[in-house]
């Protein structure tokens, strides 16, 4: 009896695709696992090994769904008519998966954005650090922290976001920002002074940037509908009730603002404490001019 289930197991043609199909899964796999630990350890920079790693992986699914379907392609061939009939209730229970797959498409080849890229998605900034299938995974900024800082949080957001919100990428194009630092100045200070110790400050910190950011922004100008704009630091001023204000405009690395505005800052501050009093920071001040008389 034993012999005779061993030969109607052996001759079940769904159970001998079922061993072939697992045959192949086993060896694909096998192979991937190997390319990535061999080649893996030869690949120093840490961008080029997760891309490579990502393809090993997807080439090794795609050709595990090949060999299976390769495999049971007799039988699947029966069901065409029962997926089509059933297409429109899965593509609505699975609309979310579909148009996250969609979305996945979309930032692959449409250049949304891809890892390392900074960007903010639906009110949520951080630097990509992961694209699913489904899902994009970023190192989330902000919050209750200040600045351009990591919090420690990592935000996993589905990929069919990108046909519903706007899109922010900080570092795609044109990986600078333009930044400010404003500098309160008390009225009767020397303002031509002014001008000069922020003109120095910038010539010491930021001209690197402006002429980078300037070749960058020519290739903008070819790709794009946009006007060639000056990436050159400057100085402006204006009067207000308390005090006169100069802003320092310019333009930086994505990931230095924050560097760079605290050099400014240390800068500006050993400059002013130098001026021997020319130069003086303002505060909000506040004059009484009339006392409320009292009552007889």
């Known amino acids: 009896m034993m012999d005779h289930f061993l030969e109607n197991w052996i001759a079940d043609p769904t159970l001998r695709r ?10 694909i796999w096998s192979v991937t696992v190997l390319i990535r630990q061999r080649i893996f ?20 699914y795609l050709f595990i769904l090949l060999a ?6 007799v039988r699947l061939s029966g069901l065409g008519l029962a997926l089509g009939v059933a297409g429109a209730g899965i593509a609505f229970a699975l609309q979310e998966v579909i148009g996250s797959v969609a979305g996945w498409m979309a930032i692959l080849f449409a250049g949304f954005y891809r890892t390392g890229d900074r960007v903010q998605l639906g009110g949520i900034k951080g630097d990509v650090i992961d694209i699913g299938v489904l899902r994009t995974t970023l190192m989330e900024m902000g919050q209750w922290v200040d600045s351009d800082q990591y ?10 976001f990108v046909f519903k919100e706007p899109v922010f990428n900080y570092s795609a194009d044109f990986p600078f920002i333009w930044d400010e630092i404003k500098v309160p100045i008390r009225y009767g200070s ?18 690197a ?3 980078t950011a300037q070749q960058t922004w020519k290739g903008m100008v070819k790709k794009y509908m946009i006007e060639d704009a000056s990436t050159q630091p400057t100085v402006s001023r204006s009067a207000n009730d308390n005090w006169v204000e100069f802003v320092l405009r310019y333009t930086v690395d994505y990931k230095r603002r924050r560097i760079t505005r605290n050099l400014l800052t240390i800068d500006l501050l050993k400059a002013v404490e130098k001026s021997q009093g020319r130069v003086q920071m303002a505060s909000t001040t506040i004059e009484i001019t009339k006392f409320p008389e009292k009552p007889a």
């Open 151 to 160: 919090n420690g949080r990592i935000v996993r957001i589905a990929n069919s």
């Open 190 to 207: 020397d303002y031509d002074e002014v001008e000069h110790i922020l003109n120095s400050i910038a010539d010491t910190h930021l001209m």
């Open 209 to 211: 940037y402006a002429s």
């Open 68 to 73: 299976i379907l390769n495999a049971f392609q």
């Open 18 to 27: 079922a061993i072939i199909a697992a045959g192949w899964v086993a060896l």
């Open 41 to 60: 350890s030869r690949v120093e920079d840490s961008e080029n090994r997760y891309r490579f790693r990502k393809s090993i992986t997807f080439l090794g």
